[in-house]
């Protein structure tokens, strides 16, 4: 994609690989920005991947921009079957030019061994896209967490204690981190019930919070997609008809 000169951030199960919270994955998750221009390199992307779309929405700036997602499955030989999900808006997630502006670059290598550059969405912000209505997600966001913190716990900084202490979903390891950063974790408390509980070291408890999230964000999370569901059910019905749809 970023050879397509495509505007993107790598997502999903991949994503999470890359910082270290391995969950397999044969798709692709992409978030991008919607204008004309770049979803002309997307389309020429797709082109040279022999993608196309499989089901609807159609890859049309107009869905993307209601949070549609919009699937392609590639015909080209030596990515045969690979199929891309591409959004550009999501659920408690900043827009794309933000989102680009916090992303991660991490150097990879193809299989021939030539350097490449993939560009991730942020840590915070995966988590953030992560907080859906599916039950499989969570355990992830808790991995990828956990894992930033242990990897940089002996180098906190003023935006990683209060991400950890935000959205740690372990209680070990959350009351572990409000008793080495008592501070920031009192002003955090009053956001966040979890972290006042992990303050009296009360592990029930913090469980019982981060249960309560979980269930909150999954109600948000089906509230929001009911609108575009219907109008998906409304366009796989026209294209079954042969018909337009008002969504048109």
């Given at each position: 994609?970023?050879?397509a000169?495509?505007?993107?951030?790598l997502?999903?199960?991949q994503a999470?690989?890359?910082?270290?919270?391995?969950?397999?994955?044969?798709?692709?998750?992409?978030?991008?920005?919607?204008?004309p221009e770049n979803l002309?390199?997307l389309?020429?992307a797709?082109d040279a991947?022999?993608?196309?779309?499989?089901?609807?929405?159609?890859?049309?700036?107009?869905?993307?921009?209601r949070?549609?997602?919009?699937?392609?499955?590639c015909?080209?030989?030596d990515?045969r079957?690979?199929?891309?999900?591409v959004?550009s808006?999501?659920r408690?997630?900043d827009e794309?030019?933000?989102l680009?502006?916090?992303?991660?670059t991490?150097?990879l290598s193809?299989?021939?061994?030539?350097e490449?550059?993939a560009d991730?969405?942020?840590?915070?912000?995966?988590?953030a896209?992560?907080?859906?209505q599916?039950?499989?997600?969570?355990?992830?966001?808790?991995?990828l967490?956990?894992?930033n913190?242990?990897q940089f716990?002996?180098e906190?900084t003023?935006t990683?204690?209060?991400?950890?202490?935000?959205?740690?979903?372990?209680?070990?390891?959350l009351?572990e981190?409000?008793?080495?950063?008592?501070?920031?974790?009192?002003?955090?408390?009053?956001?966040?019930?979890?972290?006042?509980?992990?303050?009296v070291r009360?592990?029930?408890?913090v469980?019982?919070?981060f249960?309560?999230?979980q269930?909150?964000e999954?109600e948000?999370?089906?509230?929001?997609?009911?609108p575009?569901r219907a109008e998906?059910?409304?366009?796989?019905?026209?294209?079954?008809?042969?018909g337009h749809?008002?969504?048109?």
């Amino acid at each position: 994609m970023r050879m397509a000169g495509v505007r993107n951030l790598l997502m999903g199960g991949q994503a999470c690989v890359l910082y270290g919270a391995a969950e397999f994955s044969r798709d692709t998750d992409l978030a991008v920005l919607a204008s004309p221009e770049n979803l002309r390199c997307l389309e020429r992307a797709m082109d040279a991947l022999d993608a196309a779309v499989i089901a609807v929405p159609p890859a049309e700036a107009r869905f993307l921009d209601r949070g549609h997602a919009v699937h392609f499955r590639c015909g080209r030989d030596d990515v045969r079957g690979l199929r891309i999900d591409v959004m550009s808006r999501m659920r408690g997630v900043d827009e794309f030019s933000r989102l680009w502006e916090r992303r991660t670059t991490v150097q990879l290598s193809d299989s021939q061994g030539s350097e490449l550059e993939a560009d991730v969405l942020a840590l915070p912000d995966l988590v953030a896209a992560k907080k859906t209505q599916r039950d499989k997600d969570w355990p992830m966001i808790s991995r990828l967490v956990a894992v930033n913190y242990f990897q940089f716990r002996s180098e906190a900084t003023s935006t990683r204690v209060p991400f950890w202490l935000r959205e740690l979903r372990t209680p070990e390891l959350l009351i572990e981190c409000v008793q080495v950063f008592p501070d920031v974790s009192q002003e955090v408390a009053a956001e966040r019930p979890a972290v006042a509980a992990a303050l009296v070291r009360d592990a029930p408890r913090v469980e019982s919070e981060f249960a309560a999230e979980q269930a909150r964000e999954q109600e948000l999370d089906r509230v929001y997609w009911a609108p575009l569901r219907a109008e998906l059910e409304q366009l796989r019905r026209a294209r079954h008809q042969g018909g337009h749809t008002a969504a048109e």
